[in-house]
């Protein structure tokens, strides 16, 4: 488990985010195991942690990258991860970031409405190329996430319907600038109940069965990623059961001979490994509550106000008895709360404060809300 308690951080600025490579290693290399036991082909979401340490530990495993914007492609280029280990989603990709993408000569493009399919034939002939692209299909299967943050359901925006299909495929003969290579899903973020992952391998299996009929063998099955961490108590249980996530797909997903099956894994392979490491700035008692007021708040992690998500908080200073805060940051706004009645040992100004399993969607979304300064990334190597 990401070891805190032992550092000495008496003369380092906060707020920042600490990272642990050596759990980030240990983590990749146990997933990286379980998934070379099938075959699989992992991609690491890069929206999940973007940082150069952690995408070269993720390239050095040999782990693909999973893709959402244009600078995320440079990114990944720039951090040694090959144009053919690239894939690039997203419901919204602008003209400028396809042309990027089709630049690199990535791997594949996946594809989410019919629109955008035409959008990029027509900027492949442009260019004289051939664009390989997965079709991101809406499996209709709940997550059992919070709503935010489910993206496999046909009220969400993400992906093309089932229903569309036949039209899809109408079109894919006449777009003679794209090549039909597989299929793409990804239903949900923080997924903790496995079972989930069951219903999605049905799905995909009665999906594949209807292009059979249609006469297409898919080259590519791509399931994304998804695949919850334990926030609560992430001294028990640091790195996630990739064993049991993907001995599930070996069970259930149909795969054809000579079919390669990908994931987008970003919370799982992260979270954990990092925190968010902040001093109290002021404490303040109330008729009803005591706060304690740290120097981090919403904008560097966003999380808990976002989606009412829950972050183990520490007080890495004090042994004190044990009181009740509510644990705000020093934004103007109500919503910048990390968590209410939190038990912490009596908590005094400069006591060191950490946010545990801050590791994915941290940083990442950062903002400069009150034109804050970015807060500054230490790793456990340093
Ligand atoms: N593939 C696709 C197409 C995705 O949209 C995502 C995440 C992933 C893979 C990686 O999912 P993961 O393995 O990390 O669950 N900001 C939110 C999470 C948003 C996830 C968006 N898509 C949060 O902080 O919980």
Known sequence: MLNLKNQNWENTPTPFYYYDLELLNQTVTLAHQEAARYGYHVHYALKANSNAPILKTMQQYGFGAD????????QALANGFGADQIVFAGVGKSDAEIKIALDADIFCFNCESVQELEIINELAAQQNTTAWIALRIN???????????????????FGINTWELPEVLTLLNQLTHLEFIGIHFHIGSQITDLQVFEQLCVRVNEIQQWFREQGFNLKHLNVGGGLG?????????????????FAIFNRLLEVQPGQVVHFELGRALVAQCGALISRVLY???????????????????????????????????????EQTYDVVGPI???????????????????????????GAYGEVMASNYNLREKATAIYSSN
């Open 332 to 358: 103007c706004e109500s919503s910048d709360c990390f968590a209410q009645n939190v038990v912490l040992p009596e908590t005094h100004r400069h006591d060191v404060i950490a946010i545990r399993t801050a």
């Open 67 to 74: 893709c959402v914007s244009g600078n995320e492609i440079k």
């Open 283 to 321: 404490i303040k008692k109330g008729q009803k509550k005591n706060f304690a007021i740290l120097d981090a708040g919403m904008t560097e992690l966003i999380r808990p106000m976002l989606y009412q998500a829950h972050h183990k908080i520490e007080n890495l200073s004090s042994n004190l008895p």
């Open 139 to 157: 499996p209709n299967v709940n997550a059992n996430t919070h709503k935010y943050i489910t993206t496999g359901l046909e009220e969400n925006k």
């Open 229 to 245: 961490v334990d926030y609560y108590t992430p001294e028990n249980n640091a790195i996630p059961d990739f064993a049991a996530y």
